[in-house]
């Protein structure tokens, strides 16, 4: 069985995800694993990473624990979905493979038994990545080893809303006795606090702190909008 004690070190604590999607300057094994670096020199006391290419990258370059995820498609259930997808992850060096746990049809017609299975034998632990508490609570009895809130807002029968669910996260710590991981649009270290006070294990944070595409386009639209109601901006400099 795989060792547990890895949740003792993200209890309380902050996670990053440090992912880039396809056509983002940022996506390549070297940038994501300079990302994480980073990340962990400011305190995070665990990454979370997509692919097994960059799973392989940032484990050689950092020694915090990796929640390793690989994302394949868009559509429906795309994180780790089958028992190959998760075997990849944790060859590359992951100590604790993500993947979808929603009840939603598998490609292949793979269980997520049979993903969870593979995670054990391979001797990792299991984030499911859940949208609402049924969700996390079949997770428990199948055997996952953390429930995380990321996928709330990204299923159609989920609360769709711009900013965390932390309702949820209160929801699945009051059910569950397994470790819940609060993730998801979560912007600011009061959301990140609050998360914690609603019951969370530990949080995770990602486009907040990683993508600064992202992050660089709010400030620019802000700045663009304030600009455009406040003309000119300020007096002529006096000749
Ligand atoms: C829904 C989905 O595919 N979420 C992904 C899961 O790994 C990532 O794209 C998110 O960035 C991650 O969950 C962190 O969330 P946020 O970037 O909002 O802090």
Redesign the pocket.
């Given at each position: 069985m795989p060792d547990t004690t890895v949740l003792e070190q993200l209890r309380g604590q902050l996670v990053v995800?440090c992912?880039a999607p396809p056509g983002d300057p940022l996506r390549s094994p070297d940038h994501i694993a300079a990302i994480a670096a980073a990340a962990v020199a400011g305190g995070a006391a665990a990454v979370?990473i997509?692919s097994p290419e960059d799973v392989r990258a940032v484990r050689s370059r950092v020694d915090v624990p990796i929640i390793g995820?690989w994302?394949d498609g868009t559509e429906g259930v795309y994180?780790t979905p089958t028992p190959r997808h998760v075997t990849a992850v944790v060859d590359a060096g992951a100590d604790i493979v993500?993947l979808d746990a929603t009840g939603r049809p598998r490609p292949g017609g793979a269980t997520l038994e049979e993903c969870v299975e593979a995670a054990h034998a391979a001797g990792a632990l299991v984030m499911a990545?859940v949208s609402v508490l049924e969700e996390g609570l079949a997770a428990e009895k199948i055997g996952c080893d953390l429930v995380g809130t990321?996928?709330s807002g990204?299923t159609p029968y989920s609360r769709q809303d711009h900013g965390p669910d932390l309702d949820l996260v209160a929801d699945l710590a009051a059910r569950l006795t397994l470790p819940v991981v609060a993730?998801?649009?979560?912007w600011t270290p009061e959301e990140a606090v609050a998360a914690l006070r609603n019951g969370a294990w530990c949080v995770?944070?990602?486009?907040?702190i990683t993508?600064p595409g992202v992050i660089t386009a709010r400030f620019a639209d802000a700045v663009t909008a304030a600009a455009a109601s406040v003309s000119p901006l300020r007096d002529e400099p006096a000749s």
């Open positions: 995800s992912q979370r997509n995820l994302k994180i993500a990545d990321t996928l990204y993730e998801g649009r979560i995770v944070v990602g486009t907040a993508r």
